[in-house]
T-cell receptor, first 111, second 114 residues
Framework: SQQGEEDPQALSIQEGENATMNCSYKTSINNLQWYRQNSGRGLVHLILIRSNEREKHSGRLRVTLDTSKKSSSLLITASRAADTASYFCATDKAAGNKLTFGGGTRVLVKP | DVKVTQSSRYLVKRTGEKVFLECVQDMDHENMFWYRQDPGLGLRLIYF???????EKGDIPEGYSVSREKKERFSLILESASTNQTSMYLCASSTKTSGGRELFFGEGSRLTVL
C-alpha cells in the first residue's frame, strides 16, 4: 500500500490564486519530499523537508510538516498556468532508504 | 546539467516478448531505481540498486528482473511481457547520502503490451 496519500486528488484554480495540497503518511519518516510531473514527463524534485523541520520555503513554494499528525502540505502561491501539473509527495522512512510515493494531486491552473 | 536518459519513450510489444528498458545517468550516482506509474496508484518501486552488480527488490518485483553491470547503467527486463505490464516506467538515480537525497528522473518509457 502507498505510504503517502495526497488530498485532494484534483484541484482547479484561477491564475494568481494559491493552491494547497496535503499529504498523509502512515509510518515514521526520515524526510518527506515533493515532486512535480508535467503531463507525460518524468518527475522533478521540488523540495525536501526533514523530520526535525516544521516549515520550508522555496520561491513560491511553502511546505509544512507535522510529524505528530503524520501529514505535510504544499502551498503554491500566486499560481501560474505553468504550474499545471501533478504533484506527488514521497516519504523516506526512518528505518529504510527507499522513497515511497503517493497517488498525486492533479493541479489545473486556468489562465 | 544532470541527466537520466531512458532509451525509449514509447514501446509496443506483444505478449510473451522479452523487453529491455535501458537507463543511463551521467551524474556518477550510486543509487538507481525503477518505478512503474499507473493512474491512481502513483509510483511503485520495482527494483533498486545501490552499487554495481547489486540489486534489491522493491514493492512489486514479480515479472521483472534488473541488471547493473556498470555504474551508469541500470536495465529493467521483462522476461515474458504480459498485458498487465502495460504502464509508464520511470528510472531514477540519486547519490548515496545518509541524510536523505532527491531523486533525478528520466522522461519515462511508456510500454504497451498487446
Amino acid at each position: 500500500s502507498q505510504q503517502g496519500e495526497e488530498d485532494p486528488q484534483a484541484l482547479s484554480i484561477q491564475e494568481g490564486e494559491n493552491a494547497t495540497m496535503n499529504c498523509s503518511y502512515k509510518t515514521s519518516i526520515n524526510n518527506l519530499q515533493w515532486y512535480r510531473q508535467n503531463s507525460g514527463r518524468g518527475l522533478v524534485h521540488l523540495i525536501l523537508i526533514r523530520s526535525n523541520e516544521r516549515e520550508k520555503h522555496s520561491g513560491r513554494l511553502r511546505v509544512t510538516l507535522d510529524t505528530s499528525k503524520k501529514s505535510s502540505s504544499l502551498l503554491i502561491t500566486a499560481s501560474r498556468a505553468a504550474d499545471t501539473a501533478s504533484y506527488f509527495c514521497a516519504t523516506d522512512k526512518a528505518a529504510g532508504n527507499k522513497l515511497t510515493f503517493g497517488g498525486g494531486t492533479r493541479v489545473l491552473v486556468k489562465p | 546539467d544532470v541527466k537520466v536518459t531512458q532509451s525509449s519513450r514509447y514501446l509496443v510489444k506483444r505478449t510473451g516478448e522479452k523487453v529491455f528498458l535501458e537507463c543511463v545517468q551521467d551524474m556518477d550516482h550510486e543509487n538507481m531505481f525503477w518505478y512503474r506509474q499507473d493512474p491512481g496508484l502513483g509510483l511503485r518501486l520495482i527494483y533498486f540498486s545501490y552499487d554495481v552488480k547489486m540489486k534489491e527488490k522493491g514493492d512489486i518485483p514479480e515479472g521483472y528482473s534488473v541488471s547493473r553491470e556498470k555504474k551508469e547503467r541500470f536495465s529493467l527486463i521483462l522476461e515474458s511481457a504480459s498485458t498487465n505490464q502495460t504502464s509508464m516506467y520511470l528510472c531514477a538515480s540519486s547519490t548515496k547520502t545518509s541524510g536523505g537525497r532527491e531523486l533525478f528522473f528520466g522522461e519515462g518509457s511508456r510500454l504497451t503490451v498487446l
